[in-house]
């Protein structure tokens, strides 16, 4: 397994719409486990692979967060909602790829989501709470969507300029 470097907003390969896995071949297995390092390195709830650089529909989160509790790593391949309730509810999101930058997002409040897991099987599952809105964020950034885009111009344009500045100063460093 090894650590993978995170793009950071603003990057055209977050913008992208990822491609579909045609079949769950090893070289995925490898991305979800190196995926799953990286994010508990960070540390992360939730990492999509455009956000290491890889236009694939895979993502992967751990959304346990009690202390002693064990984790429940988890690998989504081609992630799709099927269901979403009506109800909505109000989290502080952030993202790996926008440093420090948090804001309450409003999203449906109960999910049931269908994948394939890395063992090729048909997985479908009803998520609530936390895991509810990682899963929708992540899935976001299969489709180019970050959180950020879900808030007024004037606050995203500020976000995206710190983080440009971000940047800069890390290729000086
Ligand atoms: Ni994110």
Same mark, same amino acid.
Not at 24 to 51: F, H
């Given at each position: 397994?090894?650590?993978?470097?995170?793009l950071?907003?603003?990057?055209?390969?977050?913008?992208?719409?990822?491609?579909?896995?045609?079949?769950? &071949?090893?070289?995925?297995?490898?991305?979800?486990?190196?995926?799953?390092?990286?994010?508990?390195?960070?540390?992360?709830?939730? /990492?999509?692979?455009?956000?290491?650089?890889?236009?694939?529909?895979? /993502?992967?989160?751990?959304?346990?967060? #009690?202390?002693?509790?064990?984790?429940?790593?988890? &690998?989504?391949?081609?992630?799709?909602?099927?269901? &979403?309730?009506?109800?909505?509810?109000l989290?502080?999101?952030?993202?790996?790829?926008?440093?420090e930058?948090y804001? #309450?997002?409003?999203?449906?409040? #109960?999910?049931?989501?269908?994948?394939?897991?890395?063992?090729?099987? #048909? =997985?479908?599952?009803?998520?609530?709470?936390?895991?509810?809105?990682?899963?929708?964020?992540e899935?976001?950034? /299969?489709?180019g969507?970050?959180?950020?885009?879900? /808030?007024?111009?004037?606050?995203?344009?500020?976000?995206t300029?710190?983080?440009?500045?971000l940047? =800069?100063?890390?290729?000086?460093?």
């Amino acid at each position: 397994m090894s650590i993978r470097p995170i793009l950071i907003h603003p990057d055209p390969r977050l913008k992208k719409t990822a491609r579909p896995v045609p079949e769950i &071949a090893d070289s995925v297995r490898k991305l979800a486990e190196d995926m799953l390092e990286t994010m508990y390195d960070a540390p992360g709830i939730g /990492l999509a692979a455009p956000q290491v650089g890889v236009s694939s529909r895979l /993502l992967v989160m751990d959304c346990v967060k #009690e202390e002693g509790e064990a984790p429940r790593p988890m &690998a989504l391949v081609n992630p799709e909602v099927t269901w &979403a309730s009506e109800e909505l509810a109000l989290h502080e999101e952030g993202c790996l790829s926008i440093p420090e930058q948090y804001a #309450e997002i409003e999203r449906p409040a #109960e999910v049931m989501v269908r994948w394939t897991d890395l063992d090729g099987q #048909e =997985r479908q599952e009803h998520f609530t709470g936390l895991w509810a809105t990682c899963v929708q964020h992540e899935i976001d950034h /299969l489709d180019g969507k970050l959180f950020i885009d879900y /808030l007024g111009p004037l606050k995203r344009q500020m976000i995206t300029r710190k983080m440009a500045k971000l940047k =800069r100063e890390k290729a000086r460093a």
